[in-house]
């Protein structure tokens, strides 16, 4: 299921992390995406403006990459129309807006995981052959690389924070 932007907003507000917003007419628009990372944008997009390397190019290359509407914890000039949703804890925010987008809970997932000196990137690859061998579906977010059942998923960011 896809959902409207509008949906989106009143999600974000039922939270209570909305401080601002404007959709400047987008609001039915079906949300085709949802990243941070400018490099991988998309038509009817949601662009998430986040870190403290983060800069108003980023916004400027993911608007231009098809992007709509981009949620931050300030409002940025930009030079293409766009919806704009400020929210008061961006990080509070993705986790809303990726349970929304890949129509999930986060309490229908169980997570693992592998803390220790030596040993960590063996034992998660052990731990997911054998989930897969059981017939289970399994995510693998490691610092080698992360994968969704067998599919490796390219990102050359260090920390996973929404699978786009």
């Known amino acids: 299921m896809r959902y409207l932007l509008r949906d989106y907003v009143e999600k974000l507000i039922e939270e209570d992390l909305v401080r601002a917003y404007d959709l400047n007419g987008m609001g039915d628009t079906s949300i085709g995406l949802v990243t941070y990372d400018s490099r991988k944008t998309g038509k009817n997009g949601i662009f ?13 290359e993911a608007l231009n990459g098809g992007c709509i509407c981009y949620i931050a914890e300030k409002q940025y000039e930009t030079e293409k129309a766009s919806a704009w949703i400020e929210v008061t804890d961006i990080r509070r925010a993705m986790p809303v807006l990726a349970e929304m987008f890949y129509n999930t809970s986060e309490h229908q997932v169980r997570l693992t995981a592998i ?18 061998k059981q017939g289970i579906k399994v995510g693998l977010i490691g610092t080698v690389a992360s994968y969704v059942n067998d599919k490796k998923i390219e990102d050359n960011l260090n920390t996973c924070l929404l699978y786009t």
Do not use: H, P, S, V
């Open 115 to 132: 803390t220790g000196t030596k040993g960590k990137t063996t034992t998660t690859y052990m731990i997911r052959d054998i989930l897969q």
């Open 48 to 60: 998430i403006c986040k870190g403290n390397a983060f800069r108003a190019e980023y916004l400027r």
